[in-house]
């Protein structure tokens, strides 16, 4: 890290602000109702998030005190998109008035990401900006070394540098995201919990005449299935990818996929996720359409086909990770242009966990030239709605248009047809949702639907916790994932001719490998943890 750039960068910051203090000026209007936290939290772990947020950039008369810097910032999207020199230029005009900086936007795909971002950390490139997710590397990255610790209290670059993005979080997502007490990324401030359930085509549905209510667990679907494998041949009757499908099951092991139900908010016994009777249910379901041809033979080997059909449409039903107020299915609809009609509804609660207050995060990578410059533009990212917007739904008149205004005085948009940035771009992942302008297909208490699931999910009891001796247990972590591997999608996706028989070899080899030993380490560290 750079001490004398930062230490400077303080001090100009100090002085700019006695300066607006006896020129009774500096400070920004209040930021608007919808990047502002909601009241009372009824969760122990959210209370703080109820914190109103006031915006306080720097106006663009300071910016020349600072030195100039180009951030670099890899950034996760569904695809490259063909127009990111024409965003970039866009959104440098606006950095370089506020924080005298550029930002080079490296976007790389879900099939590019692992490779391109470790490759590049391990040979020392200059990274200021990357994201990262509980799901997604986050423990083994801060095992590594590969970001920086955030609220060092010798260089606290949270609270020097985003104090309004630190509040307008809250304690639940604050506390939620650290490892042994140091914040290594700032998280998306969205829903602190997820959900799950179905997500399937209105249009289908309403020609068949299907009640998707009645649908109360996925072997439910099978005579819905049929009729859409029989009557719609281009149309894939159940999309599912590598995993299967979605259980109340979070991980707490850093990858050897040892944890807890979640369903359950007190349960802290250690378990392997096949080791849980409704994830075998499912499997079992699901072999049962895999043999019928309601499943693509492609599920097993590959997760990125998956996602195209997400975008093009071509499914009948899904099972994914929901959002309040339908926002998964709305989503989905704007990154596909609106050319489909989807719906949903879910059948698991609201609980939050580890993996959720870390789902979706930036962090700022050892090898950043400038960290504070970092923070700063990911504190615009969740306090400047015109940076937001720019990043989620591109250029107005190129790849947008506005509609309308909410109730509540929210500008609505509508996502221009073809246009090459907001399929390409990922909301959850840019800042604050409560300053994104709501989609044309959006409810307009989107953003209130959002801050329930922060005051009234209930907390897991292992809330917070995060295994932090995965080091220890190196030869285990290493065996347990080659027996995954051979073993895991197939299972998950039906593609097996004896799903009992395969079952066992795959249970038997997992605990040759240290199945046992590595969640009795566990067990004993997580009732340490809730114990303390």
Known sequence: MKRNTKSLLALLLVLLMVMSAFGGCGTAPAATESSSAPAESSSAAVEESSAAVESTEAAPSEAPALEEYEIVYYMLANTISKDRDMIVEKLNEMTKAKINATVNIVMLDWGTWTDKFNTGINAGEKMDIAFTADWYGYLDSVANGYFLALNDPADNLLEQYAPETVAALGEGFIKGSRIGGMNYAVPTDKEFAVNSGLVWNKDLADKYGFDMT????????????????????NIIPYLIDGQGFINPFTDLSGG?????????ITDKTMKHVWEMPVMIEKAKTNKKFMDAGYISKDAPTDNAKAGDHLLAGDFFVTEQPLKPGKGKSTELMAAAGNKFKLDEYDWTPYVAVSMHAGGSMLAIPQTSGDPARAMMFINLMHTDPDIANLLVWGIEGTHHKAVGTSGIGEKIVEALPDNAWT???????????????????????????FQLSKTQSKSHISLGYRFTKKADYQPQYAALSNVMAEYDRVLATGAVKDFDATY?????????????EVKAALQADLDAYVAK
Not at 257 to 263: E, F, P
Not at 505 to 514: C, L, R, S, T, V
């Open 504 to 516: 066992k070899e795959f249970m038997d080899k997992m605990k040759a490998a240290g199945l046992d």
């Open 214 to 233: 009645k649908v109360k667990t996925i072997a439910d679907l099978e005579p819905m299935l049929k009729t859409i494998k029989e009557k719609e041949p």
């Open 423 to 449: 399929s390409a771009s990922l909301p959850w992942t840019l800042g604050s949702v409560y300053i994104h302008w709501l989609g044309s297909n959006e409810p307009e208490n989107k953003h209130e639907m």
């Open 256 to 264: 050897a996929n040892i944890g807890v139900d979640y369903a359950d």
